[in-house]
Nanobody, 122 residues
Framework: VQLQASGGGLVQAGGSLRLSCAAS????????MGWFRQAPGKEREFVSSIAWSDRNTYYADSVKGRFTISRDNGKNTVDLQMNSLKPEDTAVYYC????????????????WGQGTLVTVSS
């Protein structure tokens, strides 16, 4: 599975961005997809994940109510809609995939691609 994230950019606080991750591979719809992020000087952290069935979604407390994850198994894409962005959301965002159920631990994921930079100005 190869993953390519896109959609990052510069936005003012309170604004919105939509990240997208395109996945290659024949078994996309059997993978849990996750988004993680790494802010400058900080460790990578879990943001959100969505199970293969699209029935279970998980969010970090810091983004709950502001971010929404979704997936399109027909197009092999997973999106992260980010609203009410804050300067502390500034980070490189990574898309990851794993066989099996959702996990907040990055080491549980089998595939990840290059990130996309999100910068939120105050």
């Amino acid at each position: 599975v190869q993953l390519q994230a896109s959609g990052g950019g510069l936005v003012q606080a309170g604004g919105s961005l939509r990240l997208s991750c395109a996945a290659s591979g024949d078994f996309f719809n059997s993978y849990t997809m996750g988004w993680f992020r790494q802010a400058p000087g900080k460790e990578r952290e879990f943001v959100s994940s969505i199970a293969w069935s699209d029935r279970n979604t998980y969010y970090a407390d810091s983004v709950k109510g502001r971010f929404t994850i979704s997936r399109d198994n027909g197009k092999n894409t997973v999106d992260l809609q980010m609203n009410s962005l804050k300067p502390e959301d500034t980070a490189v965002y990574y898309c990851l995939a794993r066989r099996g159920t959702s996990s907040t631990a990055m080491e549980d994921y089998d595939y990840w691609g290059q990130g996309t930079l999100v910068t939120v100005s105050s």
